[in-house]
């Protein structure tokens, strides 16, 4: 008996030590802004930039078995948080860095560099039975706001408004917020009204807008489906209305189109620089446009 | 602690107990997301506890043993229901209906929540009720038949109370996995950081505290404002349940075994 319980004991007590010893964590990726790894690359930030980032990276694994890359999405706030406590070298982002976030990474150091890797649309959309065609950024903002609380007042049907949005980390959410929401006027500070709903990502939008019809939400281009309408923006009342598309946003007439980034600490180096020049060659703007994003050459 | 308290330094008083969470404009009022928890704990408290325990009292006293032997299993099954996959239900099937079924203008909304809570605090609160029931000993019971009681009288006079503090402790439990519970609300509530203002807020979007720590966590820069305050929500997370445990504590009187022997 005393042997069977001490036997028991050693197998419990081996159990618990094993997976201590079994750890072999990859190349450290914690760079305090010297020699980044040889062969590896960590990726990380905005959801917007998710696909189209691991879509780069399988390309680019293909045709450089050695390197690896790894991405990983959690908004553009996450990646930037992510950069600056140099847990990754290469931080996704769907909006410009904040003054904050350069601030902190020149306390630790480093100069954050922006480069811009594609260029996206921000698509408005409804519920396929909605009747609404289009709408000025006004009216977007105002029901945003929750200044316009039923359809009815913007041409619509006589039903409740349910706005939706990302989470506040999320890049598109900041961008919207500031050039819709506020118009692109610095000094506004009103914020969306207290009851939007704020979803976790953006396939819950897609999901709710899809089966509600007293939905509106906004997501970025790459996202929008084909079971969701899109509604047709002027910047004022009386400008065109225009869909969202790879060529209006080229040509400058849809009113919320914004770069993506991919942001680096300092000038990137080594397979870095390799990784993100590649990125802006032809080759990889096609994957970009084959997502439903707009390429960066057809500036 | 140590993350959380600076927060009571770094803001006021008023900005915290102000009635406006939005982080990135430095707006921490977290009385919407204490309000959101609240409703939706107490809510899937009203759906659960009459469920749970009619159930266990159905399962322990009533239940020829054929019908248990199906209804047991299924209680079990539904504790191992990963809390995501009923939030994808709850996303899929139960909201639209909701919203359909309730006229509501979005089937995110608290009530959903508390459903899916309900759903996963039962099988916790029927298993600990059932044990309660079992302990119970069934000289109790042989007595009160002698005395003439039907079964219900049985049941409802002599074996519920004298499980009363084995029942508590299910309901505390309960209560407390509702309050920590996080991927399902997250999915199905909208996080939209409404304030309770009567009836109607039941079937309004909430947001709760832990699916703002869960949101929210990942981009705060260590050390911030924003990264203090929500280890403090978690602190506040923390006293409530401290609350919940003293109380059932202090209530549950264990009743004093006496000489009579437990019938096996």
């Known amino acids: ?299 | 602690m140590r993350e959380g308290l600076p927060a009571l330094k770094e803001i006021d008083f008023s900005t915290f107990f102000a009635t406006r969470w939005y982080p990135i404009e430095d707006l921490f009022g977290i009385i919407p997301l204490i309000s959101g928890s609240l409703i939706v704990t107490i809510f899937s408290m009203l759906i659960a506890l009459p469920f749970g325990i009619g159930t266990a009292i159905y399962i322990g006293e009533i239940a020829p043993q054929k019908v248990n032997e199906i209804l047991k299993p299924l209680v079990e099954i539904l504790a191992g229901i990963p809390s995501v996959v009923l939030g994808f239900i709850g996303i899929l099937v139960l909201s639209p209906a909701m919203r359909v079924g309730l006229n509501l203008p979005t089937g995110l909304t608290a009530l959903t929540g508390a459903v899916l809570l309900a759903l996963i605090s039962i099988p916790t609160i029927v298993s600990l009720t059932e044990d309660a029931f079992y302990a119970v000993p069934g000289s109790y019971r042989q007595a009160a038949y002698a005395l003439g009681a039907t079964h219900w009288q049985v049941i409802w006079h002599v074996v519920i109370p004298a499980a009363r503090s084995g029942i508590l402790n299910a309901v505390m439990l309960g209560i407390g996995r509702s309050l920590g519970e996080t991927m399902a609300v997250m999915m199905v509530t909208g996080n939209a950081p409404t304030i309770f203002s009567g009836l109607e807020s039941f079937i309004a979007p909430v947001r709760t505290m832990t699916a703002t720590i869960a949101s929210e966590m990942g981009e705060v820069a260590t050390g911030s404002v924003h990264y203090h305050i929500l280890f403090f929500i978690g602190i506040i997370l923390f006293l409530f349940s401290l609350v919940i445990n003293i109380t059932s504590s202090s209530f549950s009187a264990r009743p004093k075994r006496g000489n009579d022997q437990v019938v096996s």
């Not at chain 1, 996704?92 to 480069?115: C, M, T, W, Y």
């Not at chain 1, 409740?160 to 980390?169: A, G, M």
């Not at chain 1, 990502?201 to 996202?223: K, M, Q, T």
């Open chain 1, 1 to 299: 008996m005393e042997g069977k319980a001490f036997g028991t004991l050693l197998l419990i007590i081996s159990f618990i030590c094993l997976p201590a010893c079994g750890q072999n964590k990859p190349v450290d990726s914690n760079n305090a802004g010297s020699e980044p790894s040889a062969t590896y690359i960590e990726n990380k930030g905005s959801d917007t930039l998710v696909n189209l980032a691991l879509a780069w990276a399988e390309e680019y694994q293909k045709r450089f078995p050695e390197i690896q890359i790894s991405v990983t999405g959690g908004g553009s706030g996450t990646g930037f948080a992510a950069l600056i406590n140099g847990t990754i070298d290469i931080a996704n982002a769907s909006r410009g860095i904040k003054q904050e976030e350069i601030d902190s990474a020149r306390e630790l150091g480093f100069e954050p560099v922006e480069h811009i890797v594609a260029n996206d649309a921000i698509a408005v959309i409804i519920n396929p039975t909605n009747p609404v065609e289009k709408l000025t950024l006004d009216q977007v903002s105002r029901i945003y706001k929750g200044e316009i609380t039923n359809w009815q007042d913007v041409g619509g049907e006589d039903r409740p408004i349910v706005k939706l949005s990302r989470e506040t980390n999320s890049g598109t959410h900041v961008y919207f917020l500031e050039t819709v929401v506020r118009l692109g006027s610095k000094e506004d500070i009103s914020i969306f009204s207290r009851d939007t709903l704020l979803l976790p990502s953006s396939e819950g939008i897609i999901s709710e807008v899809r089966d509600n019809p007293n939905a509106i939400g906004y997501d970025g281009l790459g996202y929008v489906t084909e079971d969701v309408k899109m509604v047709a923006l002027a910047p004022k009342a009386g400008d065109a209305y225009i869909l969202p598309a790879a060529a209006t946003v080229i040509n400058g007439t849809y009113p919320i189109s914004r770069h993506l980034f991919m942001v680096t600490r300092g000038q990137p180096q080594g397979i870095q620089q390799k990784y993100l020049e590649w990125i802006i060659s032809d080759d990889a703007q096609a994957i970009v446009a084959e997502l439903g994003f707009v390429p960066v050459l057809g500036e």
